[in-house]
């Protein structure tokens, strides 16, 4: 039919992603009435690279979002500490706080992911927001979105706010032009999970450094032990050169035995395929624009040693639920005031992160630290509260702090 146009879908709020960030935004926006749409590509949770490990201070968010201690039980499991182990042998033992307390809500936890996201996925539903399955953006142009053909409700949608939940690799961020390169250069990572044999078992989490990386174990609800493998430099070289079979099977074939670990690594049982990511760091210009604005990892993404993304992802997602709020009745600066405070909120905590990788780079740096914050008990608690974001990353900046770490 000549001059035949489809009609453009016209919806409140449009979310670019079903992740945790996304279905929080949804969850908090449809509980204010407001009409939300969530796209999500894919058609049913598969496993990604994403983060499992995360501190008391997510949980505690999970359960502001409507999550009950039932289902909190179900996806998170405690962890006593996370224990970081350096090539020489060094180890300290970071509490967040908790002195070991397994609870969850009051130390850190190792999270099913394939639990957890369509668990939230379902309150974003339970709390009034569309969930649109299967639904890939192909493009964007201000707050209009095209949907890949042959998926679900393939066609354009106008949004009066768009919002980019979609990752490190976001098409709303790109489509806005406001991408840049990652502060901390070209990092792989690679992740997926094995058997544990003693999943009633509490143990710590170990973070074991090696040179040009390190590899995260963090115990997980559903009986799996997570494996997070983060690659940089000669490493990451190495890599594209062998392959992410051999580079991951070297990585467990040098992980050190542990008394409470009771996992063979060398031998352990896979449970799922390998997943990468490359780069993982993501690092944008700003975070809205006329009628748009980027959360969770699609935000800004730094630092996955600290464990920090699940956490950052939903403060991101209540901070963007208010601009988002008062922008649809009016606010003309509500976006730039959630600009801001994402800023505020994180640019001390960036700047630890940046410090922390910039010790990791180097092996002497590394056990200098290592040494001192096994020796030191306050530093070391300090720590800790930093990295679980407990307290505000400036404690770890404060002249004071600095010098009792370093000193003699």
Same mark, same amino acid.
């Given at each position: 039919m000549t001059g035949y146009a489809p009609s453009v879908e016209e919806r409140e709020v449009v979310i670019a992603g079903g992740g945790p960030a996304g279905a929080a935004l949804a969850i908090e926006l449809g509980r204010r009435g +407001?009409?939300?749409?969530? @796209?999500?590509?894919?058609h049913e949770w598969r496993w990604r690279a994403c983060g499992v490990f995360t501190s008391p201070a997510t949980v505690r +968010? $999970?359960?502001r979002l409507g999550l009950s201690e039932e289902e909190l039980g179900a996806v998170a499991r405690p962890l006593p500490a996370m224990r970081v182990e350096t090539p020489a042998g060094t180890r300290f033992r970071l509490t967040y706080g908790d002195h070991g307390t397994a609870r969850p809500g009051s130390a850190a936890v190792g999270l099913d992911r394939s639990a957890l996201d369509p668990l939230l996925v379902a309150h974003a539903r339970g709390a009034g927001a569309e969930v649109r399955e299967g639904a890939a953006v192909r493009g964007v142009d201000g707050r209009r979105v095209t949907l890949a053909p042959g998926g679900s409700g393939a066609g354009e949608i106008e949004a009066r706010v768009l919002v980019g939940a979609d990752g490190i690799r976001s098409i709303v961020a790109r489509s806005a032009g406001v991408v840049r390169p990652a502060w901390? #250069? !070209?990092?792989? /990572?690679? =992740?997926?999970?094995?058997? !544990?044999?003693? *999943?009633? =078992? *509490?143990?710590?989490?170990?973070?074991v450094?090696?040179?040009? /990386?390190?590899? /995260? @174990?963090a115990p997980v609800a559903g009986g799996r032990v997570n494996v997070g493998i983060v690659l940089g430099g000669r490493a990451a070289t190495r890599l594209r050169v062998e392959g992410a079979e051999a580079t991951a099977a070297a990585v467990l074939e040098a992980i050190p035995p542990a008394k409470d670990d009771p996992i063979d690594w060398p031998a352990a049982e896979r449970c799922d395929p390998i997943e990468g990511a490359a780069p993982i760091g993501h +690092?944008?210009?700003?975070?809205?624009?006329?009628?748009? $604005? @980027?959360?969770?990892?699609?935000? #800004?993404?730094?630092?996955?040693? =600290? #464990?920090? /993304?699940?956490? +950052?992802? $939903?403060v991101s997602a209540s901070l963007a639920a208010d601009a988002v709020d008062r922008h649809l009745d009016g606010d003309t600066d509500a976006l730039a005031a959630y600009d801001r405070a994402m800023s505020a909120r994180f640019r001390s905590k960036d700047a630890v992160s940046l410090l922390v990788q910039a010790f990791l780079g180097r092996p002497a740096a590394v056990e200098f630290a290592a040494r001192r914050l096994a020796a030191r008990s306050a530093v070391r608690e300090t720590i800790g509260l930093v990295m679980g974001d407990l307290v505000p990353a400036s404690r770890a900046l404060d002249p004071r702090f600095v010098w009792e770490l370093l000193r003699p």
């Amino acid at each position: 039919m000549t001059g035949y146009a489809p009609s453009v879908e016209e919806r409140e709020v449009v979310i670019a992603g079903g992740g945790p960030a996304g279905a929080a935004l949804a969850i908090e926006l449809g509980r204010r009435g +407001r009409d939300v749409l969530v @796209l999500e590509r894919a058609h049913e949770w598969r496993w990604r690279a994403c983060g499992v490990f995360t501190s008391p201070a997510t949980v505690r +968010r $999970l359960a502001r979002l409507g999550l009950s201690e039932e289902e909190l039980g179900a996806v998170a499991r405690p962890l006593p500490a996370m224990r970081v182990e350096t090539p020489a042998g060094t180890r300290f033992r970071l509490t967040y706080g908790d002195h070991g307390t397994a609870r969850p809500g009051s130390a850190a936890v190792g999270l099913d992911r394939s639990a957890l996201d369509p668990l939230l996925v379902a309150h974003a539903r339970g709390a009034g927001a569309e969930v649109r399955e299967g639904a890939a953006v192909r493009g964007v142009d201000g707050r209009r979105v095209t949907l890949a053909p042959g998926g679900s409700g393939a066609g354009e949608i106008e949004a009066r706010v768009l919002v980019g939940a979609d990752g490190i690799r976001s098409i709303v961020a790109r489509s806005a032009g406001v991408v840049r390169p990652a502060w901390l #250069g !070209d990092r792989v /990572g690679l =992740t997926f999970h094995v058997a !544990d044999p003693s *999943p009633a =078992t *509490p143990r710590d989490a170990r973070m074991v450094v090696f040179r040009d /990386g390190y590899v /995260g @174990l963090a115990p997980v609800a559903g009986g799996r032990v997570n494996v997070g493998i983060v690659l940089g430099g000669r490493a990451a070289t190495r890599l594209r050169v062998e392959g992410a079979e051999a580079t991951a099977a070297a990585v467990l074939e040098a992980i050190p035995p542990a008394k409470d670990d009771p996992i063979d690594w060398p031998a352990a049982e896979r449970c799922d395929p390998i997943e990468g990511a490359a780069p993982i760091g993501h +690092r944008v210009a700003r975070r809205h624009g006329s009628g748009w $604005l @980027l959360v969770g990892d699609a935000a #800004g993404f730094l630092d996955p040693f =600290t #464990g920090e /993304g699940l956490h +950052r992802a $939903l403060v991101s997602a209540s901070l963007a639920a208010d601009a988002v709020d008062r922008h649809l009745d009016g606010d003309t600066d509500a976006l730039a005031a959630y600009d801001r405070a994402m800023s505020a909120r994180f640019r001390s905590k960036d700047a630890v992160s940046l410090l922390v990788q910039a010790f990791l780079g180097r092996p002497a740096a590394v056990e200098f630290a290592a040494r001192r914050l096994a020796a030191r008990s306050a530093v070391r608690e300090t720590i800790g509260l930093v990295m679980g974001d407990l307290v505000p990353a400036s404690r770890a900046l404060d002249p004071r702090f600095v010098w009792e770490l370093l000193r003699p």
